[in-house]
């Protein structure tokens, strides 16, 4: 129980120094913040000047708005490609033809099926 | 006579601020007329006080937008207590201008190291508030509360090291506490079932009014 006691408060104790070690900085930083934020007000100035392209990118994404309009024409364009993607399977078809007859497209094996060729 | 108000405070979340801010107003309420203001974004008080069946014993409103101390005396000097429900951040508008109005700062603890580490920068915000706030008093409640458990034993010595007095009365774990806050009501309204919680809540009350 007393080593519990005395973990927790040295581990207070221990959290206390390293925020003091810390916290001094930023309160260093809060009394010397009314000129140094003075000095970075013009920056910011320039960082909403910087934001400004940025709000620009998003203008940008008015395009996005024709990328909606590509979206839109992306079914046109799956209608170009169903014909291709119906070419595709066809060339695996005559792929498929061909090695049955053994590169001999459209042979007799294929047309008539049941009848018994010589050798 | 001029309004009192008790700013429930914490930059650590959960650690019960809205549960301790609306019983400890309800308990204030039974005494003289009480409001909760809800400085927390997350709105729980108001949601709280909206879910109840029966009128919540205090006046819960949410405030937005820029106040300070006079503003807040001003505005409700019709009130006798003012319980400010304080968002978990320090560096909010809010937190600061809580500390610099407020007679009383409570800050609840739950007996857990992280929860320690995690509140440190307090006395060090009060101690900044009293500059303009010289009749500031903080005092920490240890929270939830588990008797049987040998860290929440160990948490009234861990917890001097933050310089702050330490209110005698612990609120314990009660199921008793979330039960009320489903049904929007304290926990003096939960009957029997809530008398012992209701009894913790007097004694922070009395030990908060008497110090």
Known sequence: MTNLKDKLSASVRQAKAEQDQTAPKPAAIKSATPPAAAKKAPPKKAAPKKAAPKKAAPKKAAPKKAVTKTVKRKPAAPKAAKPATAAKPATPKKAATQSPASGVADSGNALFPDRVWPD | MATHIIA?????????????????????????????LDL?????????????????????????GKWDAKTLHQNYKAYRH?????????????????????????????????????SLRLPGEIE??????????????LNQLEPKSALSAAMHDAIAEF?????????????????????????????????????????????????
């Open chain 2, 163 to 211: 310089g702050i007095p330490v209110l005698e009365t612990g609120i314990r774990r009660r199921a008793i506490y979330r039960s009320a806050a489903l049904e929007g009501v304290s926990v003096y309204q939960m009957g029997g079932r809530g008398a012992l919680a209701a009894a913790e809540i007097e004694a922070i009350i009395n030990e908060v009014i008497a110090s």
């Open chain 2, 40 to 64: 927390d974004p997350q709105a729980s008080s108001r949601q709280w006080a909206s879910l109840g069946s029966a009128p919540f014993p205090a006046t819960v409103k949410q405030i937005n």
């Open chain 2, 128 to 141: 900044e508030a009293r500059k303009t706030n010289k009749r500031l008093r903080a005092f920490l409640v």
């Open chain 2, 8 to 36: 429930v405070i914490n930059q650590k979340g959960g650690a019960g601020k809205t549960t301790v801010a609306m019983n400890l107003a309800a308990g204030l309420a039974r005494r003289d007329d009480t409001l909760v």
């Open chain 2, 82 to 118: 003012l319980v400010l429900d304080c968002p978990p951040s320090l560096e909010s508008h809010a937190s600061l201008q809580a500390l610099r109005a407020c007679d009383v700062a409570l800050i609840p603890v739950l007996p857990s190291p992280i929860d320690l580490w995690a």
